[in-house]
């Protein structure tokens, strides 16, 4: 590489955090700009010293890594389906609607248990941002431990959501809501 941020990178980034703590947004959004070029150009570096690499799983690693540092770089504030982790790819901002804690980022989980032990009969991961619907969470909740032929799949506790009434008729076994 002919140039590497070691050094610039950590130290610019410390400093755009100072600038969005003192609400000095101006100063932090050059900042990023800046953290973004260098990026940019330690990317466009390795792309070109990718046909060194010879085929097999590094040059694959290094391949997606590209591809999804390309894809940090080019999203905008609006863009659907944006990357918040390099690391994990797959997490979700979620909105809480609270005052004090409005944003999480992770993915959604839904998990039955039984009303009386409390044994965990099923989960199921739900990517996306959108909110589930209580009868399709119930739903699902309550037809993956049927489908194992579990004996306590009858008395699913479904998320904190979820409404008796509406769910009894969705799933083959009536399952109950836990308040």
Same mark, same amino acid.
């Given at each position: *590489? %002919? +140039? /590497?941020? /070691?050094?610039?990178?950590? %130290?610019l980034a410390a400093q755009a955090g100072r &600038?969005? &703590?003192a609400r000095q947004f101006r100063r932090m959004r050059k900042a990023l700009r800046t953290l973004k070029g260098y990026t940019g150009r330690v990317l466009h570096d390795?792309? %070109?010293k990718l046909g060194a690499i010879?085929?097999?799983? !590094?040059r694959? +690693? *290094?391949? +997606?890594?590209?591809? !999804?540092?390309?894809?940090? !770089? %080019?999203?905008t504030p609006k863009s659907a389906g944006k990357l918040y982790a390099l690391h994990e790819p797959e997490v979700d901002c979620i909105s809480k609607g609270k005052a004090r804690i409005r944003y999480r980022f992770g993915c959604k989980v839904s998990i039955a248990t039984t009303l009386a032990g409390g044994f965990v009969v099923g989960m199921r991961s739900m990517p996306g941002n959108s909110p589930p619907l209580p009868w399709s969470t119930v739903a699902t909740a309550a037809i993956a431990p049927t489908a194992r032929r579990c004996s306590s799949a009858a008395r699913v506790a479904a998320?904190? &959501?979820?409404?008796? =009434? =509406?769910?009894?008729?969705?799933?083959? =076994?009536?399952?109950? =809501?836990?308040?």
């Open positions: *590489m %002919r +140039q /590497n941020y /070691n050094r610039k990178a950590p %130290r &600038h969005a &703590h390795i792309g %070109r010879p085929e097999g799983g !590094l694959r +690693q *290094m391949e +997606q890594r590209i591809a !999804l540092v390309t894809r940090l !770089l %080019r999203q998320s904190r &959501h979820a409404c008796a =009434s =509406s769910c009894s008729d969705a799933a083959p =076994s009536s399952p109950r =809501s836990a308040t």
